[in-house]
């Protein structure tokens, strides 16, 4: 059973996604948090497999939320953002704080249970339009002038095609039958994808992927 945390500001939407998840066999809503204090709370009471988070909310936002959840805790469970902003200063800002997938709120029962079923599974939810939108961001802003991270090293065909799909949300065992790997090849790419990035999670190697082009 996936044992998930709603967090968001409205109680009907709370119920909402409560009711439909309630839908399902292997999806449960163990709690729910009304901010980011309440939601860093109600994850050390439940333990969450996943974490469902609102951005826009009063008092502590979403991003303050994954700040905090990231900096506290050692071993926090992945994030997914479910929201009603698409605009790419949140989704970047989502991400580089932490989030492992991004959603907005019209998504359907399956398309939200996959991707629950998705981030449970170790993997991330880019989908491939937010990846575009993600794309056109970055090319859009400035390149920072010292991020203080080591150079990039070149990835092999296999790494980047490892790479394009953990970009599109596959977990280690989509991807090994994407590409008929053993799931513990894909892990050791994964990981050797993380160190020639510098990158400390999957969705950090996305972000500075995308920052240097590699998947442009």
């Known amino acids: ?10 109680a009907l939407v709370r119920q909402g996604i409560r009711s439909l998840l309630d839908l399902t066999d292997d999806i449960e809503v163990v709690g729910e948090a009304d901010d980011g204090m309440t939601a860093l709370a109600a994850i050390a009471e439940h333990t969450p497999d996943v974490v469902l988070l609102d951005l826009r909310m009063p008092r502590h936002d979403g991003i303050w939320t994954l700040t905090a959840l990231h900096k506290g805790t050692a071993d926090a469970p992945p994030v997914l953002v479910l929201t009603t902003f698409d605009n790419d200063t949140l989704v970047l800002d989502a991400m580089r704080a ?13 398309q939200l249970t996959h991707a629950i079923r998705v981030l449970a599974d170790g ?17 859009r802003r400035r390149r920072p002038p010292d991020t203080g991270l080591p150079p990039i090293q070149q990835l092999t065909e296999r790494e980047l095609e490892v790479l394009r799909l953990v970009a599109e949300g596959y977990s ?36 500075r992927a995308l920052h240097e082009n590699v998947l442009s």
């Open 1 to 10: 059973m996936i044992r998930v945390l709603v967090v968001d500001d409205q």
């Open 172 to 207: 280690n065992r989509e991807i090994a039958r994407a590409l008929f790997l053993a799931e513990g090849t894909v892990k050791n790419h994964v990981s050797t994808v993380l160190l020639k990035l510098g990158a400390r999670d999957r969705t950090n190697a996305v972000l």
């Open 123 to 139: 993997g991330t939810l880019i989908s491939p339009s937010i990846t575009d939108r993600l794309i056109r961001a970055v090319h």
């Open 98 to 110: 932490g989030a492992c997938g991004y959603l907005l709120k019209d998504v359907t029962l399956e």
